[in-house]
C-alpha cells in the first residue's frame, strides 16, 4: 500500500518561505515521476510543479516559476518544495500526487481534475501566508 506523507505547511507571512516534504513509502518511489498540486480555499485544484525520475527534468506552473524549486531525494523516498517569495495567493492544502497520466510536466495534464483521480496522494498540508 503506498502511503504519502506530506509536512512542513504552516503560517507565514507574504515574502517567507516554507520548504514542504512529501515522505513516500511502498512503492518503489525513484521509478516514479512526481508531482505537487495544491487547493486553495473553495476553488479548483492547481497544478504547481512536476519532476521527471532521478530529478531529471523539473516542471512549474507559471504562477510558482522563479519562486518555487522541486527536488527528490531518491535514497530517502522524500519529495520536496522549496516555496520562497510567498504571496497570499500561494495560500492553499498542498499535495503531492504520483501522475498516473500520460503527461505530467503542463497545467494541461491536470485540467479538470480532481485530487481523487491521483490514486498516490498524500493527506494535504496547509500553506497559509497572511499580513
Known amino acids: 500500500e503506498v502511503q504519502m506523507v506530506e509536512s512542513g505547511g504552516g503560517l507565514v507571512q507574504p515574502g517567507g518561505s516554507l520548504r514542504l516534504s512529501c515522505l513516500v513509502s511502498?512503492?518503489?518511489?525513484?521509478?516514479?515521476?512526481m508531482a505537487w498540486v495544491r487547493q486553495p480555499p473553495g476553488k479548483e485544484l492547481e497544478w504547481v510543479s512536476a519532476i521527471g525520475r532521478g530529478g531529471v527534468g523539473t516542471y512549474y506552473a507559471d504562477s510558482v516559476k522563479g519562486r518555487f524549486t522541486i527536488s527528490r531525494d531518491d535514497a530517502k523516498g522524500t519529495l520536496y518544495l522549496q516555496l520562497n517569495s510567498l504571496k497570499i495567493e500561494d495560500t492553499a492544502m498542498y499535495y503531492c500526487v504520483i501522475p498516473n497520466l500520460g503527461c505530467y510536466s503542463i497545467p494541461s495534464c491536470y485540467a479538470g481534475r480532481r485530487l481523487t483521480d491521483f490514486n498516490s496522494r498524500g493527506q494535504g498540508t496547509q500553506v497559509t501566508v497572511e499580513p
Open positions: 511502498g512503492v518503489t518511489f525513484s521509478a516514479n515521476r
